[in-house]
């Protein structure tokens, strides 16, 4: 019966990230392209384990909290007709730019720069806002950056260091730079303070529209049963002054649960394919005892040729 339960949530979980283009879909036409961040990165370690599934529901929810930012989302947005779009864009594009050769990540942040560039208006409290100016776009790469560390150290397989946490900011500050966001705190102290600390947060009428869609998404019941434990465990590691913002309360109870169910995914799924997937392309050594589910075809074929080379070479 926990058996059961464990596949069912996992199953749950997984759906949520399966509703969209698939990432990395050619990425072995780049043999030997490291991509901009490389196998050695703290951003392949961190974003390639399964606590980035709750620090990807924390982004959003914090996102939220910045009046200008929610206000685009309400506006242009298709998130209550199309609940898993946000969520899986997300994803694709953090997966592309970490994981992906140059030509992917070049290609995913003219995307992202070309759909913000009519994303205008004016908020509730009367500013006017667009999804093109550097500080908010700082406040969504940002809380993105700081959400991922958090879940990290929080629920991931074990604690960065101080100087690891550092770099994994630096390096997510180079993507943040291509978006033309600014300003990109470069440690994480900096940045959780900044996130934390940040002065155009408020509530607002969209900020409480977004965060009760967000906390409870009309989803199948079997969907919402793998949702809601990371969603509990997420809003466990937000700031309790943005969790005012948000009229969020923090469960320990119910982010115990949560953390129990990443431990479920990272024993059942292991670590994400897409690491794995870029390490092939890169031709960097693939750590033993990672990775869980099976490479598409191309990339078998890729590391046998490649085994095929090094045997003749050593004969």
Not at 37 to 45: A, Y
Not at 112 to 122: D, F, K, N, Y
Request: charged share 20%; hydrophobic share 40%; proline share 8%.
């Amino acid at each position: 019966m926990i058996n059961y339960l464990r596949d069912q949530v996992v199953s749950a979980t997984t759906s949520l990230f399966s509703h969209g283009p698939t990432p990395l879909e050619n990425t072995l036409d780049y043999r030997g392209d490291r991509g901009l961040l490389g196998p050695d990165s703290i951003s392949w370690r961190v974003i390639g384990d399964t606590a980035a599934f709750v620090g990807g529901v924390r982004a959003l929810l914090v996102q939220a909290a910045h009046p200008e930012v929610v206000a685009g989302v309400e506006q242009h947005s298709r998130y209550r007709s199309d609940p898993f779009g946000r969520l899986n864009r997300t994803s694709f594009y953090v997966t592309e730019t970490t994981y992906g050769s140059q030509p992917e990540v070049e290609a995913a942040v003219a995307e992202v720069r070309s759909a913000h560039r009519p994303v205008r208006g004016e908020s509730a409290r009367g500013k006017p806002y667009s999804a093109a100016h550097p500080e908010l776009a700082a406040w969504v790469h940002n809380v993105l950056t700081d959400s991922f560390l958090v879940a990290y150290q929080t629920f991931g397989p074990e604690r960065l260091s101080v100087l690891e946490a550092d770099q994994f900011v630096a390096e997510q500050a180079t993507i943040g730079a291509l978006l033309g966001a600014s300003p990109l705190p470069l440690t994480a102290n900096e940045l959780s303070e900044w996130v934390a600390d940040h002065p155009a947060l408020c509530a607002s009428a969209d900020q409480a529209n977004a965060t009760a869609f967000l906390r409870n998404p009309p989803l199948p019941l079997g969907v919402k049963l793998g949702y809601r434990p990371l969603s509990d465990a997420a809003v466990s590691t937000i700031p309790s002054r943005i969790t005012n913002i948000l009229g969020l309360r923090p469960s320990p109870a119910r982010s115990h649960i949560g953390g129990a169910v990443v431990r479920s995914l990272r024993w059942t799924l292991g670590s994400s394919p897409s690491w794995h997937l870029a390490l092939v392309r890169a031709g960097a050594p693939v750590p033993p005892g990672l990775f869980r589910q099976p490479l598409p075809e191309d990339a078998v074929e890729m590391i046998r040729a490649t085994n095929t080379t090094r045997s003749e070479t050593s004969d």
